[in-house]
């Protein structure tokens, strides 16, 4: 950890912030392919301890710590990433075509707020160069979600049969899906919220959906109550195993940064520290309002390894981190797991 602060993060936040991911892998990628590096970072990263296991919607998770999408859009680094701790990885968003996303820069950190914004605009490689990849990992007892999104090109009244795509090229080779409907980095996709248009989506899914894999759906935290009540309803009548809360915020407020600043930065989902307060709040009120035995996975916000103890307390069955991970570094999910632990023992599980 110390290393990372000390010397490895101040370099990595003097690039562009989406030159630093890509470099960021590649050490890790180059780091792990030398003699004696794999159990190192096992060592150092991972907690594996039968206390934190847990099962949900059919499929045992080592711990319940996941990575977001968006991380690893196109599973170049699954294989990798469980070298960090995680107990599973979300990979996608992806879509049915290949496509570049929004202009760059499209990614910028916030380091005062502990925070990102980004409109990516969902830039993948596409769904089959995904699945060439997948079919050739050994991920041993890493479970792999699927996020999957519409292409820009594709209007609204087609979206379901992006989706359908996405899962019936997905589906032998992820153990869960997440429909995303609320990035707000593709023109026109929250409007795919609405009752009827989510209705569609998720029914032409579940008719595909013959092996029973798990499917939750990622919701936008700029809902109103009244929005989230119609959404709950459709997850409810289509049978879905559950909820993401949530994807990013297209709020500004509270932030350290000048207006002035944020002003300049354009356009994009807000993630990280600021986030935290509204995501407990989508949590909770998600969590009273939803069946017992639908599953609930929080995001969004989660900054430390207390946030993390916090979300389970309020009743998440799982808990993604994202941006937390870019400033808090390496051991985020180990010490986060440590903390987890402690809290179990003394009376939360």
């Known amino acids: ?19 630093a991911h890509h470099k960021t892998m590649a050490l890790f990628r180059l780091s792990m392919g030398l003699p004696g590096m794999k159990a190192i970072y096992k060592s150092k990263f991972v907690l594996n301890d039968p206390e934190l296991e847990t099962e949900k919607m059919g499929l045992k998770f080592k711990n319940p710590i996941g990575l977001a999408a968006g991380f690893d859009k196109d599973g170049k680094y699954v294989e990798l990433l469980q070298y960090l701790g995680f107990g599973f990885v979300e990979v996608g968003t992806v879509t049915p075509l290949p496509q570049l996303g929004n202009p760059r820069p499209r990614l910028f950190r916030l380091p005062k707020d502990k925070a990102l914004i980004n409109r990516m605009g969902f830039n993948n490689e596409g769904v089959d160069e995904l699945v060439n990849r997948l079919k050739k990992l050994d991920k041993k007892d890493l479970i792999i979600g699927g996020n ?14 992006d989706y359908s795509i996405c899962f019936k090229k997905l589906k032998d080779y992820v153990d869960y899906f997440v429909v995303n409907v609320s990035s707000p980095n593709t023109p026109g996709l929250r409007e795919l919220q609405n009752k009827d248009a989510l209705t569609e989506i998720l029914e032409r899914i579940q008719e595909m959906n013959n092996e029973g894999h798990p ?40 932030l350290m940064i000048s207006e002035e600043r944020i002003a300049k930065l354009g356009k994009g989902g807000l993630s990280g520290k600021p986030l935290a307060d509204r995501s407990m709040e989508l949590l909770k009120e998600v ?21 993390v103890s916090n979300r389970l307390v309020a009743g998440a069955d799982l808990v993604q981190i994202y941006t937390g991970l870019i400033y808090q570094g390496p051991q985020f999910v180990k010490n986060s797991l440590r903390l987890i632990r402690n809290t179990y023992r003394n009376g939360m599980g």
């Open 215 to 254: 499917i939750l759906l990622k919701i936008a935290p700029d809902i109103s109550i009244g929005e989230l009540d119609d959404i709950l309803e459709v997850v409810e009548n289509t049978n879905l195993n559950g909820i993401v809360t949530n994807n990013t915020t297209i709020a500004r407020s509270p």
């Open 1 to 19: 950890m110390f290393l990372y602060k000390a010397f490895l993060k101040p370099y990595l936040f003097s690039l562009d912030a989406e030159d």
């Open 287 to 307: 969590r009273s309002k939803i069946s017992e035995d639908k599953v609930v996975i929080s995001s969004g916000g989660v900054y430390n390894p207390n946030e």
């Open 148 to 161: 999957i999104g519409k292409n820009k090109v594709t209007s609204n009244q087609n979206a379901w049969k």
